[in-house]
């Protein structure tokens, strides 16, 4: 884990949804206080759900943060890989709404040089104000990354849920629109729901749904 208490602040930046059938995908922006307890941080996917769920519960009391979605239908007319840093973008424009003194670097000539700055998990960084550096697999390195891993996931679920309420007969509060086998025999069944990527195809129900 890399230590943040380094020079100025840091943004973290992940998302979370890329490979499911249906759903948006999140993405959320973290700038952590100095004293934020480390300890409960690692990658969302390392953490079973009421871990992620504390974690999460204690970042958006505690840090500076926000939120991003990209929906289905801008997955599927952009790709994914696009989609996904747009909706770091709008994590950060998000976060920078929401807490402006955080993110004053991002706005005013007179701030020091690198007062703020982003690291970004994976090989891309989004169109951001401030400088940005991609980091692979930053979200089980920089607790930042690792706090917003965890906000992107959590979010996502929740999302997901609620679309459960409209579609039940799809089980996206089981398995939040990844392919699963039962996800794949719902489509087969019912065919694609509203919230579908229709840009995204797969066996052995390809032909059937689109």
């Excluded at 979370?16 to 973290?30: D, E």
């Excluded at 505690?62 to 909706?87: F, M, Q, T, V, Y």
């Excluded at 424009?93 to 007179?110: I, M, N």
């Excluded at 679309?163 to 694609?192: M, N, V």
Aim: proline fraction near 8%; glycine fraction near 8%.
């Amino acid at each position: 884990m890399q230590s943040a208490g380094r020079p100025g602040l840091l943004a973290g930046l992940d998302e979370a949804g890329r490979g499911p059938l249906a759903g948006p995908v999140s993405a959320a922006a973290v700038i952590l206080p100095g004293s934020f307890p480390l300890d409960i941080l690692d990658d969302s996917k390392k953490l079973d759900e009421k871990r992620r769920n504390t974690a999460a519960a204690l970042i958006t009391e505690k840090a500076a943060w926000g939120i991003g979605w990209a929906e289905a239908p801008e997955i599927d007319r952009i790709n994914i890989l696009r989609a996904s840093l747009l909706a770091m973008k709008r994590a950060w424009e998000a976060l920078a709404g929401a807490f402006p003194e955080y993110a004053r670097a991002a706005f005013f000539k007179d701030a020091p040089a690198g007062a703020l700055t982003a690291i970004a998990d994976g090989l891309y960084c989004p169109d951001l104000p401030i400088p940005c550096r991609a980091l692979v697999k930053a979200d089980a390195l920089v607790p930042e990354v690792m706090a917003a891993s965890i906000l992107a996931k959590t979010a996502r679920d929740r999302m997901m849920l609620r679309y459960s309420w409209f579609y039940p007969e799809y089980g996206y509060d089981k398995h939040k629109g990844y392919p699963t086998k039962e996800h794949r025999e719902a489509i087969l069944r019912y065919g694609p729901s509203p919230i579908q990527r229709k840009s995204f195809s797969f066996k052995p129900v390809q032909l059937s749904l689109f």
